[in-house]
Protein backbone atom coordinates (compact mmCIF):
# COMPACT_ATOMS: atom_id res chain seq x y z
CA UNK A 1 0.00 0.00 0.00
CA UNK A 2 2.68 2.28 0.80
CA UNK A 3 4.78 1.61 -1.98
CA UNK A 4 2.04 2.28 -4.34
CA UNK A 5 0.87 5.39 -2.36
CA UNK A 6 4.68 6.41 -3.35
CA UNK A 7 4.33 5.25 -7.01
CA UNK A 8 1.43 6.94 -7.48
CA UNK A 9 2.98 10.69 -5.54
CA UNK A 10 5.88 10.30 -8.07
CA UNK A 11 3.92 9.92 -10.88
CA UNK A 12 1.29 12.42 -10.00
CA UNK A 13 1.27 14.19 -12.91
CA UNK A 14 0.53 11.34 -14.70
CA UNK A 15 -2.25 10.34 -12.66
CA UNK A 16 -3.56 13.87 -12.63
CA UNK A 17 -3.24 14.67 -16.13
CA UNK A 18 -5.75 11.05 -16.36
CA UNK A 19 -8.05 12.55 -14.12
CA UNK A 20 -8.20 15.75 -15.22
CA UNK A 21 -8.03 14.48 -19.38
CA UNK A 22 -11.09 12.38 -18.33
CA UNK A 23 -13.25 14.70 -16.73
CA UNK A 24 -12.63 17.11 -19.88
CA UNK A 25 -13.16 14.43 -22.10
CA UNK A 26 -16.78 13.83 -20.42
CA UNK A 27 -17.62 17.50 -19.86
CA UNK A 28 -17.28 17.64 -24.04
CA UNK A 29 -19.06 14.31 -24.87
CA UNK A 30 -21.93 15.13 -22.47
CA UNK A 31 -22.33 19.43 -22.98
CA UNK A 32 -21.59 19.30 -26.55
CA UNK A 33 -24.63 17.93 -28.69
CA UNK A 34 -22.48 17.24 -31.95
CA UNK A 35 -20.04 15.72 -29.94
CA UNK A 36 -22.26 13.74 -27.96
CA UNK A 37 -24.28 12.50 -30.65
CA UNK A 38 -21.07 10.87 -33.20
CA UNK A 39 -20.17 9.09 -29.62
CA UNK A 40 -23.88 7.96 -29.02
CA UNK A 41 -23.87 6.87 -32.87
CA UNK A 42 -20.30 5.32 -32.78
CA UNK A 43 -21.25 3.41 -29.51
CA UNK A 44 -25.01 2.60 -30.73
CA UNK A 45 -23.10 1.16 -33.82
CA UNK A 46 -20.12 -0.66 -31.84
CA UNK A 47 -23.73 -2.21 -29.67
CA UNK A 48 -25.69 -3.29 -32.66
CA UNK A 49 -22.70 -5.05 -33.91
CA UNK A 50 -22.47 -6.69 -30.87
CA UNK A 51 -25.68 -7.60 -30.44
CA UNK A 52 -25.62 -8.98 -34.23
CA UNK A 53 -22.85 -11.19 -33.25
CA UNK A 54 -24.26 -12.32 -30.22
CA UNK A 55 -27.97 -12.90 -32.18
CA UNK A 56 -25.72 -15.74 -34.78
CA UNK A 57 -24.42 -17.27 -31.38
CA UNK A 58 -27.73 -17.61 -30.19
CA UNK A 59 -29.12 -18.96 -33.64
CA UNK A 60 -26.60 -21.50 -33.31
CA UNK A 61 -27.05 -22.87 -29.58
CA UNK A 62 -30.86 -22.51 -30.56
CA UNK A 63 -30.05 -25.00 -33.96
CA UNK A 64 -30.93 -28.13 -32.00
CA UNK A 65 -34.09 -26.86 -31.24
CA UNK A 66 -35.05 -25.88 -34.53
CA UNK A 67 -33.96 -29.16 -36.01
CA UNK A 68 -36.39 -30.70 -33.57
CA UNK A 69 -39.53 -28.37 -34.94
CA UNK A 70 -38.08 -28.72 -38.54
CA UNK A 71 -38.01 -32.63 -37.85
CA UNK A 72 -41.37 -32.44 -36.28
CA UNK A 73 -42.39 -30.73 -39.55
CA UNK A 74 -41.23 -33.10 -41.67
CA UNK A 75 -43.21 -35.72 -40.44
CA UNK A 76 -46.06 -34.34 -40.71
CA UNK A 77 -45.94 -33.52 -43.92
CA UNK A 78 -44.61 -36.60 -44.68
CA UNK A 79 -47.54 -38.28 -43.21
CA UNK A 80 -49.70 -36.10 -45.07
CA UNK A 81 -47.99 -37.13 -48.24
CA UNK A 82 -48.57 -40.52 -47.51
CA UNK A 83 -52.35 -39.89 -46.94
CA UNK A 84 -52.46 -38.58 -50.41
CA UNK A 85 -50.21 -41.43 -51.60
CA UNK A 86 -51.47 -44.75 -49.37
CA UNK A 87 -54.71 -44.38 -49.95
CA UNK A 88 -56.52 -47.86 -50.65
CA UNK A 89 -58.35 -47.16 -53.87
CA UNK A 90 -59.78 -50.77 -54.14
CA UNK A 91 -61.57 -50.26 -50.93
CA UNK A 92 -65.25 -49.77 -51.66
CA UNK A 93 -65.63 -46.75 -49.78
CA UNK A 94 -68.40 -44.11 -50.65
CA UNK A 95 -67.02 -41.20 -48.62
CA UNK A 96 -63.16 -41.12 -48.95
CA UNK A 97 -61.70 -39.94 -45.76
CA UNK A 98 -57.52 -40.44 -46.65
CA UNK A 99 -57.43 -39.96 -42.87
CA UNK A 100 -59.06 -42.98 -42.12
CA UNK A 101 -56.95 -45.41 -44.71
CA UNK A 102 -54.26 -44.07 -44.09
CA UNK A 103 -51.58 -46.82 -42.80
CA UNK A 104 -48.53 -45.72 -41.81
CA UNK A 105 -47.69 -42.51 -39.87
CA UNK A 106 -44.18 -41.18 -38.90
CA UNK A 107 -42.97 -39.70 -36.15
CA UNK A 108 -39.55 -37.93 -35.83
CA UNK A 109 -37.45 -38.64 -33.03
CA UNK A 110 -34.13 -37.59 -32.22
CA UNK A 111 -31.15 -40.37 -31.68
CA UNK A 112 -30.07 -39.95 -28.10
CA UNK A 113 -26.86 -42.73 -28.09
CA UNK A 114 -26.09 -44.25 -31.45
CA UNK A 115 -23.37 -46.84 -31.64
CA UNK A 116 -21.89 -48.04 -34.87
CA UNK A 117 -18.49 -49.84 -33.57
CA UNK A 118 -19.71 -53.20 -31.76
CA UNK A 119 -21.23 -56.27 -33.52
CA UNK A 120 -24.72 -55.99 -32.50
CA UNK A 121 -25.54 -52.23 -32.14
CA UNK A 122 -28.10 -50.46 -29.90
CA UNK A 123 -29.71 -46.81 -30.48
CA UNK A 124 -31.08 -45.52 -28.30
CA UNK A 125 -34.11 -42.70 -29.07
CA UNK A 126 -35.78 -39.99 -27.64
CA UNK A 127 -39.76 -40.75 -28.35
CA UNK A 128 -41.33 -43.77 -25.88
CA UNK A 129 -44.05 -45.46 -25.58
CA UNK A 130 -46.00 -41.84 -24.50
CA UNK A 131 -45.78 -41.19 -27.79
CA UNK A 132 -47.06 -44.28 -29.24
CA UNK A 133 -43.94 -45.96 -29.60
CA UNK A 134 -44.44 -49.72 -29.27
CA UNK A 135 -42.03 -53.32 -29.54
CA UNK A 136 -41.27 -53.74 -33.45
CA UNK A 137 -42.32 -50.74 -35.36
CA UNK A 138 -39.71 -49.70 -38.21
CA UNK A 139 -37.17 -47.11 -38.15
CA UNK A 140 -36.25 -44.95 -41.48
CA UNK A 141 -33.39 -41.97 -41.53
CA UNK A 142 -34.61 -38.65 -42.92
CA UNK A 143 -33.59 -38.60 -46.20
CA UNK A 144 -32.95 -42.71 -47.14
CA UNK A 145 -32.38 -45.86 -46.11
CA UNK A 146 -33.59 -47.59 -43.25
CA UNK A 147 -32.26 -48.04 -39.37
CA UNK A 148 -33.96 -50.86 -37.67
CA UNK A 149 -36.44 -51.90 -35.38
CA UNK A 150 -37.69 -50.68 -32.52
CA UNK A 151 -36.88 -53.08 -29.58
CA UNK A 152 -37.13 -52.10 -26.16
CA UNK A 153 -39.90 -49.10 -25.16
CA UNK A 154 -39.66 -46.97 -21.96
CA UNK A 155 -41.76 -44.10 -21.24
CA UNK A 156 -40.19 -41.54 -22.94
CA UNK A 157 -37.21 -43.76 -24.14
CA UNK A 158 -37.06 -46.17 -26.98
CA UNK A 159 -34.34 -48.35 -28.11
CA UNK A 160 -33.50 -49.54 -32.09
CA UNK A 161 -32.09 -52.69 -32.63
CA UNK A 162 -30.18 -51.08 -35.82
CA UNK A 163 -29.64 -53.29 -39.20
CA UNK A 164 -26.38 -53.46 -37.76
CA UNK A 165 -27.31 -56.22 -35.37
CA UNK A 166 -26.84 -59.66 -35.85
CA UNK A 167 -30.86 -60.78 -35.30
CA UNK A 168 -31.70 -58.00 -37.56
CA UNK A 169 -33.65 -59.23 -40.77
CA UNK A 170 -35.14 -57.53 -42.69
CA UNK A 171 -37.75 -58.32 -45.66
CA UNK A 172 -36.59 -56.67 -48.54
CA UNK A 173 -37.10 -57.59 -52.61
CA UNK A 174 -34.97 -55.99 -56.03
CA UNK A 175 -37.17 -53.29 -57.06
CA UNK A 176 -36.73 -54.21 -61.19
CA UNK A 177 -37.90 -57.85 -60.38
CA UNK A 178 -39.66 -58.17 -56.99
CA UNK A 179 -37.32 -60.88 -56.15
CA UNK A 180 -37.72 -61.79 -52.46
CA UNK A 181 -34.50 -61.67 -49.84
CA UNK A 182 -33.60 -60.71 -46.65
CA UNK A 183 -31.26 -57.97 -45.69
CA UNK A 184 -28.72 -58.86 -42.81
CA UNK A 185 -25.30 -57.32 -41.75
CA UNK A 186 -22.46 -58.39 -40.70
CA UNK A 187 -21.44 -61.66 -42.09
CA UNK A 188 -17.70 -61.58 -42.13
CA UNK A 189 -17.81 -57.86 -43.08
CA UNK A 190 -18.45 -55.40 -40.52
CA UNK A 191 -18.35 -52.41 -42.46
CA UNK A 192 -21.29 -49.83 -41.36
CA UNK A 193 -21.46 -48.96 -45.06
CA UNK A 194 -22.49 -52.51 -46.22
CA UNK A 195 -24.89 -55.09 -45.94
CA UNK A 196 -25.77 -58.49 -47.74
CA UNK A 197 -29.53 -59.23 -49.43
CA UNK A 198 -29.25 -63.35 -49.00
CA UNK A 199 -31.85 -66.01 -50.08
CA UNK A 200 -32.68 -64.20 -53.10
CA UNK A 201 -33.95 -67.64 -55.15
CA UNK A 202 -31.75 -68.91 -57.72
CA UNK A 203 -33.12 -67.68 -60.76
CA UNK A 204 -32.86 -64.26 -60.14
CA UNK A 205 -30.46 -62.10 -62.45
CA UNK A 206 -28.95 -59.73 -60.12
CA UNK A 207 -26.67 -57.00 -61.04
CA UNK A 208 -24.71 -54.27 -60.03
CA UNK A 209 -26.65 -50.70 -59.31
CA UNK A 210 -29.57 -52.57 -58.58
CA UNK A 211 -31.89 -51.04 -55.99
CA UNK A 212 -33.10 -53.02 -53.15
CA UNK A 213 -36.10 -51.45 -51.47
CA UNK A 214 -38.16 -52.63 -48.35
CA UNK A 215 -40.76 -55.44 -49.70
CA UNK A 216 -43.23 -54.57 -47.41
CA UNK A 217 -43.53 -57.65 -45.47
CA UNK A 218 -42.40 -57.08 -42.22
CA UNK A 219 -43.22 -53.95 -40.30
CA UNK A 220 -41.53 -51.52 -42.78
CA UNK A 221 -43.58 -50.22 -45.65
CA UNK A 222 -43.45 -51.27 -49.33
CA UNK A 223 -40.89 -49.74 -51.16
CA UNK A 224 -38.39 -48.08 -48.76
CA UNK A 225 -35.18 -47.73 -50.32
CA UNK A 226 -32.35 -49.74 -48.57
CA UNK A 227 -29.12 -49.38 -50.80
CA UNK A 228 -27.86 -50.60 -54.26
CA UNK A 229 -26.37 -53.82 -54.94
CA UNK A 230 -22.55 -53.60 -55.41
CA UNK A 231 -21.61 -56.79 -55.78
CA UNK A 232 -24.04 -59.63 -57.04
CA UNK A 233 -24.42 -62.99 -56.93
CA UNK A 234 -22.08 -64.05 -54.53
CA UNK A 235 -22.49 -67.73 -54.43
CA UNK A 236 -23.29 -69.56 -51.24
CA UNK A 237 -23.65 -72.86 -50.23
CA UNK A 238 -27.19 -73.42 -50.40
CA UNK A 239 -29.67 -72.73 -52.72
CA UNK A 240 -29.88 -69.43 -52.93
CA UNK A 241 -28.17 -66.40 -54.03
CA UNK A 242 -26.82 -63.43 -52.30
CA UNK A 243 -25.01 -59.94 -52.89
CA UNK A 244 -23.53 -57.45 -51.14
CA UNK A 245 -25.02 -53.75 -51.13
CA UNK A 246 -24.26 -50.56 -50.35
CA UNK A 247 -26.58 -49.08 -47.63
CA UNK A 248 -28.38 -45.64 -48.34
CA UNK A 249 -28.10 -44.79 -44.17
CA UNK A 250 -25.27 -43.64 -42.97
CA UNK A 251 -25.28 -44.94 -39.67
CA UNK A 252 -22.13 -43.03 -38.12
CA UNK A 253 -23.93 -39.28 -38.77
CA UNK A 254 -27.71 -40.10 -37.81
CA UNK A 255 -28.94 -37.25 -35.85
CA UNK A 256 -32.67 -37.85 -36.58
CA UNK A 257 -34.96 -40.77 -37.31
CA UNK A 258 -38.63 -41.22 -38.29
CA UNK A 259 -39.99 -44.27 -36.39
CA UNK A 260 -42.99 -45.52 -38.64
CA UNK A 261 -46.32 -46.45 -36.75
CA UNK A 262 -48.45 -49.12 -38.58
CA UNK A 263 -52.29 -48.91 -37.81
CA UNK A 264 -52.73 -51.94 -38.89
CA UNK A 265 -50.04 -53.69 -36.77
CA UNK A 266 -51.96 -55.20 -34.19
CA UNK A 267 -54.81 -56.28 -36.78
CA UNK A 268 -52.15 -58.12 -38.41
CA UNK A 269 -50.57 -59.62 -35.45
CA UNK A 270 -53.92 -60.77 -33.83
CA UNK A 271 -55.04 -62.39 -37.85
CA UNK A 272 -51.65 -64.29 -38.00
CA UNK A 273 -51.74 -65.69 -35.07
CA UNK A 274 -54.92 -67.56 -35.38
CA UNK A 275 -53.23 -69.64 -37.65
CA UNK A 276 -51.24 -71.78 -35.79
CA UNK A 277 -47.55 -73.38 -36.33
CA UNK A 278 -47.00 -76.23 -37.87
CA UNK A 279 -50.43 -76.91 -38.97
CA UNK B 1 7.67 37.81 -3.78
CA UNK B 2 4.70 35.27 -3.40
CA UNK B 3 1.95 37.87 -3.98
CA UNK B 4 3.88 39.36 -6.43
CA UNK B 5 4.04 36.10 -8.58
CA UNK B 6 0.09 35.74 -8.18
CA UNK B 7 -0.27 39.43 -8.53
CA UNK B 8 1.12 39.66 -11.88
CA UNK B 9 -0.14 36.17 -13.10
CA UNK B 10 -3.96 37.03 -12.03
CA UNK B 11 -3.46 40.39 -14.68
CA UNK B 12 -1.47 38.16 -17.26
CA UNK B 13 -4.88 36.02 -16.74
CA UNK B 14 -6.87 38.74 -17.68
CA UNK B 15 -5.59 40.44 -19.96
CA UNK B 16 -4.96 37.28 -22.03
CA UNK B 17 -8.10 35.76 -21.63
CA UNK B 18 -9.53 39.37 -22.35
CA UNK B 19 -7.62 39.86 -25.43
CA UNK B 20 -8.33 36.07 -26.52
CA UNK B 21 -12.10 36.32 -26.07
CA UNK B 22 -12.51 39.58 -27.59
CA UNK B 23 -10.25 40.16 -29.84
CA UNK B 24 -8.76 36.80 -31.61
CA UNK B 25 -12.25 35.01 -31.12
CA UNK B 26 -13.47 37.19 -34.17
CA UNK B 27 -9.74 36.57 -35.98
CA UNK B 28 -9.08 34.04 -38.28
CA UNK B 29 -7.75 32.97 -41.58
CA UNK B 30 -10.06 31.00 -43.56
CA UNK B 31 -11.20 29.25 -40.70
CA UNK B 32 -7.78 27.91 -41.01
CA UNK B 33 -5.71 29.44 -38.76
CA UNK B 34 -6.99 30.33 -35.15
CA UNK B 35 -4.48 31.68 -32.77
CA UNK B 36 -5.31 30.49 -29.25
CA UNK B 37 -2.71 33.21 -27.38
CA UNK B 38 -4.81 32.45 -23.67
CA UNK B 39 -2.32 29.20 -23.33
CA UNK B 40 0.95 31.76 -22.92
CA UNK B 41 -0.85 32.07 -19.43
CA UNK B 42 -0.15 28.24 -18.86
CA UNK B 43 3.18 28.31 -20.00
CA UNK B 44 4.18 31.20 -18.24
CA UNK B 45 3.40 30.06 -14.32
CA UNK B 46 6.15 30.19 -12.29
CA UNK B 47 8.57 26.58 -11.85
CA UNK B 48 7.70 25.67 -8.50
CA UNK B 49 3.56 25.39 -8.98
CA UNK B 50 2.39 22.08 -7.52
CA UNK B 51 0.51 20.00 -10.42
CA UNK B 52 -2.07 19.79 -9.11
CA UNK B 53 -2.61 23.35 -9.19
CA UNK B 54 -1.16 23.44 -12.66
CA UNK B 55 -3.93 21.34 -13.82
CA UNK B 56 -6.35 22.97 -11.73
CA UNK B 57 -5.67 26.18 -13.49
CA UNK B 58 -5.50 24.96 -16.77
CA UNK B 59 -8.65 22.86 -16.11
CA UNK B 60 -10.27 26.28 -15.16
CA UNK B 61 -8.75 28.29 -17.87
CA UNK B 62 -9.93 25.97 -19.80
CA UNK B 63 -13.52 25.96 -18.54
CA UNK B 64 -13.43 29.30 -18.52
CA UNK B 65 -12.62 29.81 -22.84
CA UNK B 66 -14.86 27.10 -23.44
CA UNK B 67 -17.68 29.39 -21.62
CA UNK B 68 -17.66 31.60 -24.06
CA UNK B 69 -16.75 29.68 -26.59
CA UNK B 70 -19.61 27.35 -26.15
CA UNK B 71 -17.33 24.39 -26.26
CA UNK B 72 -17.78 23.08 -22.92
CA UNK B 73 -14.71 20.72 -21.97
CA UNK B 74 -12.83 20.98 -25.33
CA UNK B 75 -10.13 23.78 -24.14
CA UNK B 76 -10.61 22.81 -20.63
CA UNK B 77 -9.32 18.85 -22.02
CA UNK B 78 -6.77 20.59 -24.56
CA UNK B 79 -5.44 22.72 -21.60
CA UNK B 80 -4.76 19.72 -19.42
CA UNK B 81 -3.16 17.99 -21.92
CA UNK B 82 -1.04 21.38 -22.45
CA UNK B 83 0.19 21.03 -18.58
CA UNK B 84 0.86 17.54 -18.73
CA UNK B 85 3.28 17.99 -21.44
CA UNK B 86 4.51 20.83 -19.51
CA UNK B 87 4.98 18.79 -16.68
CA UNK B 88 6.71 16.54 -18.82
CA UNK B 89 9.19 18.28 -20.73
CA UNK B 90 10.17 20.50 -17.97
CA UNK B 91 11.17 17.17 -15.88
CA UNK B 92 13.13 16.54 -18.29
CA UNK B 93 14.87 19.20 -19.76
CA UNK B 94 15.64 20.56 -16.52
CA UNK B 95 17.13 19.47 -13.73
CA UNK B 96 14.60 20.07 -10.83
CA UNK B 97 17.05 21.12 -8.02
CA UNK B 98 18.84 23.58 -10.42
CA UNK B 99 15.79 25.99 -11.28
CA UNK B 100 16.47 29.16 -10.09
CA UNK B 101 14.50 31.28 -12.48
CA UNK B 102 10.98 32.27 -10.92
CA UNK B 103 8.96 30.97 -14.40
CA UNK B 104 9.89 29.42 -17.90
CA UNK B 105 9.70 32.76 -20.13
CA UNK B 106 11.60 33.93 -23.23
CA UNK B 107 13.72 36.46 -20.95
CA UNK B 108 14.85 33.20 -18.25
CA UNK B 109 15.21 30.74 -19.85
CA UNK B 110 16.63 31.66 -23.57
CA UNK B 111 15.15 31.14 -27.37
CA UNK B 112 16.46 27.77 -27.95
CA UNK B 113 14.78 26.47 -24.58
CA UNK B 114 11.69 28.43 -24.86
CA UNK B 115 11.07 27.87 -28.42
CA UNK B 116 11.39 23.99 -28.19
CA UNK B 117 9.04 24.36 -24.83
CA UNK B 118 6.24 26.51 -26.66
CA UNK B 119 6.36 24.12 -29.51
CA UNK B 120 5.32 21.34 -28.04
CA UNK B 121 2.64 22.85 -25.55
CA UNK B 122 1.12 24.85 -28.71
CA UNK B 123 1.31 21.47 -30.88
CA UNK B 124 -0.13 19.18 -27.89
CA UNK B 125 -3.10 21.94 -26.80
CA UNK B 126 -3.62 22.53 -30.70
CA UNK B 127 -3.89 18.47 -31.74
CA UNK B 128 -6.22 17.93 -28.81
CA UNK B 129 -8.22 20.74 -29.27
CA UNK B 130 -8.83 20.11 -33.31
CA UNK B 131 -9.70 16.87 -32.74
CA UNK B 132 -12.02 17.15 -29.99
CA UNK B 133 -13.97 19.69 -31.95
CA UNK B 134 -14.04 17.75 -34.90
CA UNK B 135 -14.27 14.49 -32.96
CA UNK B 136 -14.05 12.23 -36.03
CA UNK B 137 -10.93 10.61 -38.14
CA UNK B 138 -12.71 11.36 -41.63
CA UNK B 139 -11.63 14.68 -41.87
CA UNK B 140 -8.02 13.82 -40.32
CA UNK B 141 -6.49 16.38 -43.33
CA UNK B 142 -8.86 19.48 -42.86
CA UNK B 143 -8.05 19.24 -38.90
CA UNK B 144 -4.26 18.41 -39.31
CA UNK B 145 -3.91 21.35 -41.63
CA UNK B 146 -6.25 23.49 -39.17
CA UNK B 147 -4.18 22.59 -36.60
CA UNK B 148 -0.62 23.02 -38.11
CA UNK B 149 -1.68 26.33 -39.54
CA UNK B 150 -3.01 27.91 -35.99
CA UNK B 151 -0.02 26.40 -34.37
CA UNK B 152 1.74 28.61 -36.22
CA UNK B 153 -0.38 31.50 -35.72
CA UNK B 154 -0.18 31.02 -32.16
CA UNK B 155 3.57 30.48 -31.87
CA UNK B 156 3.97 34.12 -33.83
CA UNK B 157 1.56 35.75 -31.35
CA UNK B 158 3.24 34.12 -28.41
CA UNK B 159 7.07 35.27 -29.90
CA UNK B 160 5.83 38.60 -30.42
CA UNK B 161 4.24 38.97 -26.67
CA UNK B 162 7.60 37.16 -25.23
CA UNK B 163 9.35 39.62 -27.41
CA UNK B 164 7.56 42.67 -26.55
CA UNK B 165 7.83 42.04 -22.96
CA UNK B 166 11.42 41.04 -23.48
CA UNK B 167 13.74 41.81 -19.87
CA UNK B 168 17.09 42.33 -21.00
CA UNK B 169 18.56 43.32 -18.10
CA UNK B 170 17.27 39.53 -16.03
CA UNK B 171 19.73 36.78 -17.87
Known amino acids: MRNLWIFVSRYNAFFLFIIFFLIGIYLTVKNNSYQRSVTLNSSNEIVGTAYERLNIFKRYLNLGMVNDSLAAENAKLRTNLLALTTVDTAKDVKIVDTITNQQYTYLAAKVVKNSVTLRNNIMTINK ?152 | MNSRIIIVNLIRWFILLFVQIFLLKNM ?28 LLAFGTGLTLDAFYDTMGVHATACVVLAFVRISFISISLNRDAIDDPEPSLSYMGFQWFSLYAFLCVIAHHLVLFFLETFRLTEIGYTLMRCGLSCIFTLLIIFLVEFIFYKRTSR
Open chain 1, 128 to 279: GSLDGIKNGMAVIAPQRGIVGLIRDVSEHLATIQSLLHKDTRISVTLKKNHALGSLVWGEGNFDIKKAFIKEVPNHIKMYVGDSVVTSGYGSFPAGIFVGKVIKPNVATNDNFLSGELNLATDFSTLQYVYVIKDKRAEEQKALESLVKPNE
Open chain 2, 28 to 55: GFYDLSTPFIYILFLLLLPFGIPNILLY
